[in-house]
């Protein structure tokens, strides 16, 4: 399966961003969906993560209760609608699938999307 994430831009600290990840092939619905983000200077760590069903979500603990993960398999797009952003989740923020493993471990994911750099302003 191949990624594109996109939606990403520049946004005042408190504000919301809504970024999107399309993907092609007709297995999109049998895949476990994540997210994650690489700030400068920093590894790449875990934001969110989806079931491949959308039925379960999980989060990391720095953004759970801003952000949001969402599904539509009919449209091969995963969704992450960020809120009340904070000048600390400037990054670079990628997509990945998966069909086994951890939600949160970087490595159980095969593929990934390019990324789209989110730059919160304080």
């Known amino acids: 399966v191949q990624l594109q994430a996109f939606g990403g831009g520049l946004v005042q600290a408190g504000g919301s961003l809504r970024l999107s990840c399309a993907a092609s092939?007709?297995?999109?619905?049998?895949?476990?969906m994540g997210w994650f983000r690489q700030a400068p200077g920093k590894e790449r760590e875990f934001v969110g993560a989806?079931?491949?069903?959308?039925?379960?979500?999980y989060y990391a603990g720095s953004v759970k209760g801003r952000f949001t993960i969402s599904r539509d398999n009919a449209k091969r797009t995963v969704y992450l609608q960020m809120n009340s952003l904070k000048p600390e989740d400037t990054a670079v923020y990628y997509c990945a699938a998966r069909t086994y493993g951890a939600p949160d471990v970087l490595d159980s994911y095969r593929y990934w999307g390019q990324g789209t750099l989110v730059t919160v302003s304080s």
């Open positions: 092939g007709s297995t999109f619905s049998t895949y476990y």
């Open positions: 989806t079931s491949a069903s959308g039925g379960m979500t």
